[in-house]
Each structure stands twice: as structure tokens, then as C-alpha cells.
């Protein structure tokens, strides 16, 4: 009778053949590390990037739980060859050769607050993963999930500068919930499967920084005023909608990791040298005078190919860009102070 071993002992199992290998005629894949893999987004992410076939070898990470998730996730006869690490002495492992990092590791709001009440905790644990990154993984893509997004992508890329391994290019605060929200409340607007609609989102990622540009939705079509002012606020306060359903068991888990497993797809999709892969990130940027925006990026080998113009405002998105910079300004300057200071 033989004992499956646990997972993280795999590749010391000299019976399976081949257990820690790609299967034969597997396409050349990335390494992708998930840092917070146990968590509400991390384990359905870890599922979902399992499934990818661009991956080949998928690392998870996180200070609780990993074996087990690991253990589970490494039962499905996908592509990707997984393995788990648990704790701060194995972060180095767990990010060694990874092509591409993703943050989702960090406490989630209970109702009642902001995002940038997660600050306090967040910005430490941002602050460690990506000196992690700095020093064993420089030249990795690292997607931010954890909030608020609006000072942890300021945080990372100061950690990054300090570490002088900063290169913008490969620094993107994760906005895709937002955008795929926008996408299935138009479609139930307009009654149209929300597969064939496309919302840019832009500002940042949280309250009035989120701004769809509805007046830029692919297929042209256009909205009463008051259908306007529905899907705003719904798009907005989508995240706050979700956190008080949970009623304090934490914020958006299945459709963020849905919308993460996007996003990073894009991401593999434009290091795998495919051609026009766009999405609306959280970037540096100088699309305004801020130095970080989410607007429409095209993503390549190297990241970040180009940061796409925002294209012609209606008054209305005019004044909420206004508004949005204000509180961007603020996210960003205290995101940059927590690492200088
Ligand atoms: P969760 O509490 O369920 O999971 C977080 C995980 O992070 C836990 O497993 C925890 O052990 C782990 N963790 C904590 N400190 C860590 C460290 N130093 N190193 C590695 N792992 C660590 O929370 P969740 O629901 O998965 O949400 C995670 C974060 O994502 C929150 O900050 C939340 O606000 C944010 N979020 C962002 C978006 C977005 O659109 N960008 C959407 C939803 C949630
Ligand atoms: C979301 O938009 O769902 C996330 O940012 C989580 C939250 O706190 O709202």
C-alpha cells in the first residue's frame, strides 16, 4: 500500500516518474507565484491558474495552510506542476524564477469600512512580499491585488526603487473586477450578454477614483441620464455591495479571483509575444499629472508595451475625473510616505 505523499515532498518521491515534470508535449509554459494562496481570492486564483494553459509550474504562498491547498490543488490533471510554501523563510523558494508574481495577500474590509482602512495592515505585508520580490524574482510582472490598491502600487514601486530593481513596466495594481462588473451591469442595462460588452474603467480602485467611461462603451450605444447615474453608483460601490451581503465574512473572493485569472492571462498572453492584449490596469503612468492611473494598457513581452490615451470625456466623466484625482493624489502620496518616511 502506498501512502500518497504530501505534496510538498513530491519531487523527493523517487516512484512517480516524472511527478515534477510537465507532461511530454506540454507547450513550454511561465512560473507564476501566488502570494496570499490560501486566502478567500488566493484559493479559487490557485484553482483557476491551474487550469491556465500558459502555466507550467504554479508556486503558492502564504504564512497558514498552504500544504493543504497545495495537496488539494495538485490533484487536478491540468498542465501546471504545483507546489506549496509555507512562512517567510520560504519565500525565497517560493519565488525563485517566477516570471509572474500575484498579490492578493492581505485582510479584506468588514462593513462599515474603507479600503483605506486596510492600510494600516496591508501596506507592511505589500511592503515585505515585494522586497521578497526585489531580491529573489527583479525581473518578475507583479500584479497588486491587495488594498488599497491606490497606495500599495505606490508602496511596491518604492520598495522596488529602493531595491533599484523598479521598472514600471512591470508594475500593475489589479482593477479587472472593476471593469468586469462594469461590463455585466451595462450588459443587464442594454440586455446584452455580458461577454460582448467592454467598459474601460479608469482613476483607480476605489469609491469615486473607480470612473467608467460609459460614453466609450464598445458596442456604441448610449444611456439616459438616469441610467447614467445607476450604473455609476452600482459600479462604484459594487466591492461595498458584496462586503455587506458577507455581513463581515470578509469582500469579493470568487469574482475577483475570476477577474485576477483575467488579468493574469492577459499578462502571459503579452510575455508570450501575442498581439493585441489590452486591459484596464492601475499603472505609473502620465495620462494625467498623477503619478499613477488605471487606464487602458497594452501588455507585451517586457509588461507594458503602451499606456493608450483616455480618449474624448463627456462633462460628466470630466467632473468625476476631477474628483477622482483629488483622492488618487491623496492614496498615492501616503502609500509613497509609508515607505519613505
Ligand atoms: P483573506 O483574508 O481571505 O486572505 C488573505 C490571505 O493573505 C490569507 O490567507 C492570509 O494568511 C494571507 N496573508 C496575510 N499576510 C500574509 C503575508 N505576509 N504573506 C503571505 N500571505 C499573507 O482575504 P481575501 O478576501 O483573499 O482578500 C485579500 C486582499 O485582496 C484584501 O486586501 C482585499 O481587500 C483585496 N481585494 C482586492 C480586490 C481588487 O479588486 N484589487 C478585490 C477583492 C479583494
Ligand atoms: C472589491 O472591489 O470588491 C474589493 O476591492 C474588495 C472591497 O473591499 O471592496
Not at 93 to 112: F, Q
Amino acid at each position: 500500500h502506498l501512502r500518497p505523499p504530501p505534496a510538498s515532498q513530491m519531487e523527493e518521491v523517487s516512484l512517480l516518474r516524472g511527478s515534477n515534470c510537465r507532461a511530454k508535449g506540454a507547450a513550454p509554459g511561465f512560473k507564476v507565484a501566488i502570494l496570499g494562496a490560501s486566502g478567500g481570492i488566493g484559493q479559487p486564483l490557485a484553482l483557476l491558474m491551474k487550469m491556465n494553459p500558459l502555466v507550467s509550474l504554479l508556486h503558492l504562498y502564504d504564512v497558514v495552510n498552504t500544504p493543504g491547498v497545495t495537496a488539494d490543488i495538485s490533484h487536478m490533471n491540468t498542465g501546471a506542476v504545483v507546489r506549496g510554501f509555507l512562512g517567510q523563510p520560504q519565500l525565497e523558494n517560493a519565488l525563485t524564477g517566477m516570471d509572474l508574481v500575484i498579490i492578493p495577500a492581505g485582510i479584506p474590509r468588514k462593513p462599515g469600512m474603507t479600503r483605506d482602512d486596510l492600510f494600516k495592515i496591508n501596506a507592511g505585508i505589500v511592503r515585505t512580499l515585494c522586497e521578497g520580490v526585489a531580491k529573489f524574482c527583479p525581473k518578475a510582472i507583479v500584479n497588486v491585488i491587495s488594498n488599497p490598491v491606490n497606495s500599495t502600487v505606490p508602496i511596491a514601486a518604492e520598495v522596488f526603487k529602493k531595491a533599484g530593481t523598479y521598472d514600471p513596466k512591470r508594475l500593475l495594481g489589479v482593477t479587472t473586477l472593476d471593469v468586469v462588473r462594469a461590463n455585466t451591469f451595462v450588459g443587464e442595462v442594454l440586455g446584452l450578454d455580458p461577454r460582448d460588452v467592454n467598459v474601460p474603467v479608469i482613476g483607480g480602485h476605489a469609491g469615486v477614483t473607480i470612473l467608467p467611461l460609459l460614453s466609450q462603451v464598445n458596442p456604441p450605444c448610449s444611456f439616459t441620464s438616469e441610467e447614467i447615474s445607476y450604473l455609476t453608483t452600482h459600479i462604484q460601490n459594487g466591492g461595498t455591495e458584496v462586503v455587506e451581503a458577507k455581513a463581515g465574512a470578509g469582500s469579493a473572493t470568487l469574482s475577483m479571483a475570476y477577474a485576477a485569472a483575467k488579468f493574469a492571462d492577459a499578462c502571459l498572453r503579452g510575455l508570450h509575444g501575442d498581439a493585441g492584449v489590452v486591459e484596464c490596469s492601475y499603472v505609473a503612468s502620465q495620462v494625467t499629472e498623477l503619478p499613477f492611473f488605471a487606464s487602458k494598457v497594452r501588455l507585451g513581452r517586457c509588461g507594458i508595451e503602451e499606456i493608450l490615451s483616455l480618449g474624448p470625456l463627456n462633462e460628466f466623466e470630466r467632473a468625476g475625473l476631477e474628483k477622482a484625482k483629488k483622492e488618487l493624489a491623496e492614496s498615492i502620496q501616503k502609500g509613497v510616505a509609508f515607505i519613505n518616511k
